[in-house]
């Protein structure tokens, strides 16, 4: 079966610009998370989302949001970008119990680069 | 909040030789899991552990989750090329369905 797809993978942005990225999780898997990863801090947890809801909430500005779709798909948005905000942008999906139960499939991610 | 601290940051070894990384968190753990990111590539889940002591093996990998659940580790015997890597643990706690990643061991191999 199909495994996480993120769209796009690459994307260049200008300062002050948003961004919206995407992600289809496996098929059957309805938590989906979002992670941002830097060669400096690792991965750092964004939101997770389970049936359209909010489940978990990392520690992010409110420029940064999410949202999940009734098919579970997920997007994730950035506001006002900032040159710090350049990373790997990390999807993941989990079943139902939670990728505490049942681990995470990871996406390939979307690699964002902020000029 | 939990914090996942692992050492080493960076291993490299000879092949052949073998690998440990230790991961150590702040609070006790109901689980652990971990993931193994190829350079370039994504994480990839290789394993979960549960109980107090428990200790699985994969193959040259050999998982342990500790007696108090607060730490882990992560042996490769016999280290391969294919080895390369980055390996982080992930654990959450109790009543939380986060995870918290650790800050994860980059594993380069000299052939």
């Known amino acids: 079966k199909a495994g996480v797809t993120q769209t796009p993978r690459y994307l260049i942005k200008t300062r002050g610009q948003q961004v919206t990225l995407s992600c289809s999780p496996i098929s059957g898997h309805r938590s989906v998370s979002w992670y941002q990863q830097t060669p400096g801090q690792g991965l750092q947890f964004l939101f997770e989302y389970f049936s359209e809801t909010q489940r978990n909430k990392g520690n992010f500005p409110g420029r940064f949001s999410g949202r999940q779709f009734s098919n579970s798909r997920s997007e994730m948005n950035v506001s006002t970008l900032e040159l710090g905000d350049s990373a790997l942008y990390l999807c993941?999906?989990?079943?139902?119990?939670?990728?505490?139960?049942?681990?995470?499939?990871f996406g390939s991610g979307t690699r964002l680069t902020v000029v | 909040g939990q914090q996942v601290m692992q050492i080493p940051q960076y291993q490299h070894v000879q092949e052949g030789e073998d690998f440990t990384t230790y991961c150590n968190s702040s609070?006790?753990?109901?689980?652990i899991q971990w993931y193994k990111q190829r350079p370039g590539g994504h994480p990839v889940f290789l394993i979960q552990l549960v109980k107090s002591g428990e200790v699985k093996k994969q193959k040259r990998l050999t998982f342990q989750f500790g007696e108090a659940k607060k730490n882990s580790s992560l042996h490769i015997t016999a280290t391969q090329t294919t080895d390369v890597g980055t390996y982080f643990c992930a654990g959450s706690n109790f009543g939380n369905e986060k995870l918290t990643f650790g800050t994860g061991t980059r594993l380069t191999i000299i052939p």
């Open positions: 609070t006790t753990l109901s689980n």
């Open positions: 993941a999906s989990s079943l139902e119990g939670g990728p505490q139960n049942y681990g995470y499939t």
